[in-house]
């Protein structure tokens, strides 16, 4: 349950007042706050607490995450000669990041998912300088001046490849691909503009032999080419019922998915109600990690995470080696 | 084109200062903010210049329409004593509305569609107190107390039938009922909590005989349901293809739709290139009403929207009546 940790008491005592990419910048703080909600809730694997702005941040950019809005950029890209100021990441700007997950692993025993940003959505941040609600500047970019769009595309596939390599190095037993905001794209759109660069960070991990997740939110339109990414698994949103997305995507690739974060707030009632739909509808896919549709929201109560993570165990099948 | 206007220059000098609301209360405002993108684009058909919160802001809610953000409402509803809060709207609470129609049908000679807010979304509004990316509270209140909720659904829906009856009575020839957000439920949530009141609506105003328009964002899987609704015409954004969206509501019902709007503001080639798949793509419906698939943004060059205006027009079969 990706940003399970914002919903602890313990979380906000370790990160107190400190900003996120400082409590980022900082293995101890980074491997506790990754640690908390597996301890708490029992999960089955952890994901590694970052953001996907951390590798742009290290490399130069500006880069500030505000709470509550999200990243914000001060020194956006906005045409061609601003491809000038991009410099390679090098695993070496960021120490920390695998420090942190060689803490993790050398600490917990179950699995860690490492990730990164995808292009689309890291170019949408440098290019809108910030959130935004109907990606403008994003979208008249691609369609207006293509070579510098895809040179942006190459720039940031390179980065969140040298990530992705560095974070599995490190340990990390999976990755996820974050292309949170693709879901704004039009099926065309997003097979011209942002599956190309995708589709190249996963061929070039592919000898890792990790599993590769990508995920986006309101993308149900976008899963039949997300499927062809390279992915071998899918996280999908609360919108598209699993067994609708399993027939979308076919039999290859696993779906992990996909519970209404809000209705976690709302109790443990709802959601308990809306997990057995999740699971039965999960049985139509090749296969089915359950999760949140969604990021955990803050107000989220952590006793109904632990009551859900009982329910799934209870009324799964738990096909971890070894497990029972 | 849905606030076509706030393209134009003509507009901005007209609404100048002034809020939102204050604009709608002026008939002469707001019959000329109706009529200005019709004369400009010369469009088939005029979309009242008004806001779905505005019967809410008659009835005593303290409304404002903050620019760039959205309704604001201080006063929310949160608990069933709330409730009784909740006057029944009557038009001669907001007897601007229905003048501005009459002027805007007597000085235009393209029909003109009145509109009003769904339960869901106007319950959204009120519930949250603005607008919301997660819509917590609001889906908190249908998942904990329903009896409050439909409550609440009845009363919204009372006061859209009556807006929507006043303005059909003054001369609309055609009703659009926003329901903006239900994109953010899940099917089984927009089914049990938000498709009855709206069928409810559309039922009390079917013996008018007018066209009846649903829309809302991100309604890629709720599509089904919405053309269960009563509507005779399915609004859709520009996520869904429409040949495939065709596929999911079956061959009654009409399509409206659904260019990205953010691709006007890339500029001419850009939109006319989507727009031309659009065209295509809308022969698989039952009958398509070419339209972008959400609000016309601001920053949008008016030549763009005229170019497209007239590229539709010559490539599209026009069917009314007395029409070539």
Redesign the interface.
Known sequence: MRQAGRSLPEYRELRGQGSLLDAVRDPAIAIEATCQPVRRYGVDAAILFSDIMVPLAATGFDVEIEPGKGPIVSNPIRTSSDLGRLRPFDPADAPYLTETVRGVVAELGVPLIGFAGAPFTLASYLVEGGPSR???RT??LM??DEKTWFALCDYLAETTVTALRSQIEAGASAIQLFDSWS???????YEHFALPSTKRIFEEIASFGVPRIIFGV?T??LLELMATSGAEVLGVD????LD?AAGRVGPQIALQGNL????C???YE?AAT?AR?VLAAGKKAAAHIFNLGHGV?P?TDPEVLRGLVELVHATSVDQRPGAR
């Open positions: 109907d990606h403008v979208k008249a369609h207006t879901g704004t794209l039009s099926p065309p759109d309101g149900g339109e609360w919108r598209v019922p609708r209404d974060p809000a209705l707030v709302a109790g709802p809306a739909l929201l107000e």
